[in-house]
């Protein structure tokens, strides 16, 4: 981030994600920007309301950690 405030977004939709957006299986963050972390099922990382969390959790944990 660019200062020391920070927006955590997390958007709802009806639909999945026929995609999936690439990450590094180790830092969970986006291959071609290590300061984005992509979760969820949007991201194409889960299939329901609470796989979403867990993986939201383990971004969460990994962003922390970065």
């Known amino acids: 981030y660019y200062s020391s405030e920070a927006l955590l977004l ?15 299986p180790d830092t969970l963050s986006y291959i071609s920007d290590p300061g984005l972390f992509p979760c969820g ?6 299939g329901g309301i609470v796989s979403s969390a867990v ?9 922390a950690a970065a």
Do not use: K, M
């Open 55 to 63: 993986d939201g959790l383990r971004c969460a944990e990994a962003a």
């Open 10 to 24: 997390g958007v709802e939709s009806r639909t999945s994600s026929p995609i999936r957006i690439p990450r590094d």
């Open 41 to 46: 099922e949007g991201a194409g990382y889960s």
